[in-house]
């Protein structure tokens, strides 16, 4: 659990609703060592766990990572079989300790390609944790942020076309109703781990108003610390949803006012 120090040093009142996290920066940690990139896979999934502690412990509601891009079948054929069974191990080994945390677990991404081993353990850890509410905790995995607006498309041309919805109605929000976590808030800190300032084609369409944070750590030395460093940063970010900076701070000074 994050200690009591990293808590206070937390404003609660500033915590984002949702975080994003692309962990990046196995494959370098493990080069670093010597050592096979899978021992970077492994060791990242370890630095996962203690995340979803420091996130608990903080009262983080809603946490989001990138565990596996569409683009990432791209890679040696050997290493994406050691991440597709490292997912399925990894549900198992975790599952017991993320029930008793009170976590709810969800998948997004498009599972057809997978096993039916793995679609199964997806299936059952978010059946078992399905009435959790301390902790929501996406993984996103098979995901692309292009594949989510189209998918999200064709189900709505659907209900157009079966005449549940008229072209009329069609609009950003009733789009957004379509989209993967579309029952939660949109991402409010985004991180990125492993020095690259890019989105990878993560949550193009939940990050258009996101905090962007960018880190050198590579995922698998992130911790409750460089995790708190990024909620400390966040924190200190004005805002502004296109107005500006002095409309922000009049209506900040006088929501302060209202309160005494
Ligand atoms: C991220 O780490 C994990 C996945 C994409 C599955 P990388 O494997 O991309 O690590 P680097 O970028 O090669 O260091
Ligand atoms: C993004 O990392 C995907 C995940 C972390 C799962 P990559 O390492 O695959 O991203 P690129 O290819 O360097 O942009
Ligand atoms: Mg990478």
């Known amino acids: 659990m ?12 500033d915590l984002p609703a949702h975080v994003a996290i ?32 420091s996130a608990t412990g903080l009262g983080v509601k809603c946490l989001t990572v990138f565990a596996f891009s569409s683009e990432n079948w791209n890679r040696p054929k050997l290493e994406v079989s050691i991440l597709m069974d490292l997912f399925v191990s990894s549900i198992k080994k975790y599952l017991p300790e993320l029930i008793k945390a009170g976590v709810c677990l969800q998948f ?18 978010e059946e078992a944790t399905k009435s959790n509410t301390r902790l929501k905790f996406n993984i996103a ?22 005449g549940s919805v008229s072209t009329d109605d069609v ?5 957004s109703k379509y989209m993967s976590l579309s ?35 590579l995922w698998p030395d992130f911790n409750g610390e460089e995790f708190v460093q990024s909620l400390q940063w966040f924190s200190s970010r004005q805002r502004r949803f ?19």
């Open 2 to 13: 994050a200690n009591s120090k990293q808590q206070s040093e937390v404003s609660l009142v």
């Open 22 to 53: 692309v962990m990046d920066g196995n494959g370098r940690w493990a080069k670093k060592r010597l050592m096979p990139r899978a021992a970077g896979h492994k060791a990242g999934v370890g630095a996962l766990n203690k995340i979803i502690e």
């Open 108 to 125: 997004i991404g498009d599972r057809s390609a997978f096993s039916e081993k793995l679609i199964r353990s997806l299936v059952e850890a």
């Open 141 to 162: 995995m098979n995901y692309g942020g292009r594949w989510d607006i189209a998918a999200a498309t064709k189900s709505l041309l659907e209900d157009v076309q079966s």
């Open 171 to 175: 609009n950003e929000e009733l789009l």
């Open 183 to 217: 029952n939660l808030p949109e991402v409010d800190l985004f991180i990125r781990t492993g020095g690259e300032h890019r989105i990878s084609n993560f949550l193009l369409w939940q990050c258009a108003y996101s905090e962007l944070y960018f880190t050198d750590v």
């Open 242 to 260: 296109g107005r500006t900076g002095e409309q922000v701070e009049t209506e900040s000074d006088s929501r302060k006012v209202g309160k005494h």
